[in-house]
């Protein structure tokens, strides 16, 4: 018995080590699987949130989206509500263009009628216009003598000239007038009164400066020979005190019209002319219609200038320059 306990060597005991190290293996592995799955919880949630956020901004971009094809759809809509509209202006047009194209036709072929019966006048004209053949003659005749003339004989020519001049053109608007064609065209802001256009000039000048300027207008300070003409411009002056063509620089005493001819109607204000101060020898009417004589190197805020009308037809009428009228063809 005692040989068998000292005769071979002590061991541990086995079985409570061991136990000891598998529950330590449990717990260990217990942390490690509480760890993991902690983690994998934690990335549950991240990736919970992610896709929370993802969601959220893709409702955000999708609502975008969708008031963005909303109001492209409306504008869409309200493009195709303004083409039909378009359309039917366009087809409105088109029948009106039709309609004046018919009408036109109706227009040409009276206007046709008209040229013809233009040229049965001009015809009619031509035989019976004696007299404005022997003023055309005479005038040429005047031309060639100017040259031989002295500087006063040549202004005194000029002014004969002028005169037959103008008696030519108005006989041509008398005669196409009596054959029915319309005489009564004026320059662009003129305006037309019996057979005359007038130009009611505004701007701070002298008689000599407005005269220049209404020459560069071809035309000429305006001369006044009846009430029913003087009541025109007096209505058309707007109450400014305006230049006329009347003048006695020549003479004192005797005015005369800028187209050379004596005044046989007048109205001149109460004690006029007299010719007051340094000399008044240039005309001028009052805002209220009546004539003064006054300084020529005053400044009046305006002046009024006058031409012949003309014919809206092709003839050979005549227009006032700065030295006269002269013949010129109007369409």
């Not at 699987?33 to 969601?55: D, I, P, Q, R």
């Not at 036709?105 to 040229?115: E, F, I, R, T």
């Not at 003087?230 to 187209?259: C, M, P, Y």
Request: aromatic share 8%.
């Amino acid at each position: 018995m005692e040989e068998n306990e000292y005769s071979g060597y002590w061991e541990p005991p086995r079985k409570r080590c061991c136990c000891a190290r598998q529950r330590t293996q449990l717990v260990l592995v217990g942390l490690l699987s509480t760890a993991m799955w902690a983690g994998l919880m934690a990335l549950l949630l991240l990736w919970h949130w992610e896709t929370e956020k993802n969601l959220k901004q893709l409702g955000d971009t999708a609502i975008q989206n969708v008031s963005r094809i909303t109001k492209d759809l409306q504008k869409y809509q309200s493009n195709q509500l303004a083409q039909k509209s378009q359309a039917v202006q366009m087809s409105q047009n088109l029948q009106e263009l039709q309609a004046e194209q018919k009408q036109m036709k109706g227009q040409d072929s009276q206007l046709s009628q008209n040229l013809t019966q233009l040229q049965e006048d001009l015809i009619d004209v031509k035989s019976q216009n004696s007299e404005l053949s022997q003023n055309l003659n005479r005038l040429q005749e005047d031309l060639v003598d100017v040259k031989s003339l002295g500087l006063n004989e040549k202004r005194k020519a000029s002014d004969s000239l002028e005169k037959i001049q103008e008696e030519v053109a108005k006989l041509w608007i008398e005669i196409l007038m009596s054959k029915g064609t319309p005489c009564n065209k004026c320059p662009k802001n003129w305006l037309h009164f019996q057979q005359k256009c007038y130009y009611f000039g505004k701007g701070s000048k002298q008689w000599i400066q407005a005269r220049f300027a209404c020459s560069n207008l071809e035309g000429r300070l305006v001369s006044i020979h009846s009430q029913k003409e003087q009541d025109f411009l007096t209505q058309h002056i707007n109450k400014r005190d305006s230049w006329i063509g009347l003048q006695d620089l020549n003479v004192e005493g005797e005015f005369v019209w800028a187209d050379g001819s004596p005044v046989g109607y007048s109205n001149w204000n109460p004690g006029e002319p007299n010719n007051g101060g340094q000399g008044e020898d240039c005309g001028m009417m009052r805002g209220s219609g009546q004539w003064n004589d006054a300084f020529c190197r005053s400044y009046l805020d305006a002046w009024v200038c006058e031409q012949l009308a003309t014919c809206e037809l092709s003839a050979p009428v005549a227009s006032v320059s700065p030295t006269g009228p002269t013949p010129r063809n109007e369409s």
